[in-house]
């Protein structure tokens, strides 16, 4: 269903959703959902800042004069036409079980996107993109990260890439990178962050008796795995479980939580707030 959404944000006040309803009413569109909510800093006697998401039938005239209407508001938003798939850069190293969840999510068509380009340090997986006939670029690492990361500008420019999404791509990006797509990078990382880093975090998490195995995806910024986080979850493990089982699981709950953290995105169901931190409207 063609359709327009609309995510908006401003400090709470009286009549705002009642406001946005009128106008697309108005233009003879239908409202298909509507998700509201109201953050307070302190309590409840703060001036609270509100977020709104829209999902509204497409109808002559309604966008230009929802966007007027919000512009003198002073309503900050955006607007998305759903016809309209977002262009995906799938970043790989070695490793493919959250690379292969999210080739095969799009394939299917559970997401609004399509993978226009598949990005790796190593080729390993360079079979996957060709069997589904998706451009793959082999950009070796250990060389001048100025270089590396100019070879990858370039290609996400040829693509007109909207999103980049990090599926266990075992490279840490510059402020280059990062500042030129802000808000646009999705990573995925293992629960056992800061306790047990470095290499083999599973073995050393098992050595220590956790109970929880978990993953986090979240958006990337200049500070390593601190951004607004999208989407997490656990499943809690026993004293049965060896390093084998754990790595097994953690493949598991990474794929899940990277492709639901894309999906999110995608569907345009996630505003950051200026606090560093998510509203997911799921």
Not at 84 to 98: G, N, Q, R, T, W
Not at 153 to 174: G, P, R, S
Request: with cysteine.
């Amino acid at each position: 269903m063609d359709k327009y959404i609309l995510l908006a944000q401003c400090k709470d006040q009286l009549n705002v959703t009642a406001y946005i309803s009128s106008i697309i009413s108005n233009h003879q569109s239908n409202i298909l959902h509507i998700d509201h909510f109201t953050e307070y800093e302190k309590d409840s006697s703060d001036e609270g800042e509100l977020y709104l998401r829209f999902e509204f039938d497409k109808a002559p005239d309604v966008k230009e004069a929802l966007e007027a209407g919000l512009h003198e508001r002073g309503i900050t938003y955006r607007l998305y036409d759903s016809a309209e798939k977002m262009k995906i850069a799938l970043f790989v190293s070695k490793e493919d079980h959250a690379f292969n969840e999210l080739l095969l999510r799009v394939e299917r068509g559970e997401m609004p996107a399509e993978i226009v380009c598949v990005v790796s340090n190593h080729e390993t997986n360079k079979h996957f993109a060709d069997n589904l006939g998706i451009p793959f670029y082999h950009v070796p690492s250990g060389r001048d990260k100025d270089i590396v990361e100019t070879e990858i500008i370039e290609i996400c420019e040829k693509y007109e890439v909207d999103l980049i999404v990090l599926a266990k791509y075992m490279q840490i990006l510059t402020s280059r990178l990062v500042t030129r797509y802000k808000n646009q990078i999705i990573n995925i990382h293992h629960s056992f962050l800061p306790s047990f880093i470095g290499a083999n975090p599973y073995k050393k998490a098992w050595e220590r008796g956790v109970k929880l195995v978990g993953a986090t995806s979240h958006y990337v910024t200049e500070d390593l795995d601190e951004g607004p986080i999208i989407e997490q979850d656990v499943i809690r493990i026993n004293h049965r479980y060896n390093v084998k089982d754990l790595r097994k699981i953690g493949r598991h709950i990474e794929s899940t939580v990277l492709a639901q953290a894309v999906e999110y995105h995608t569907e345009h169901k996630v505003i950051i707030t200026e606090g560093n931190k998510t509203i997911v409207f799921n």
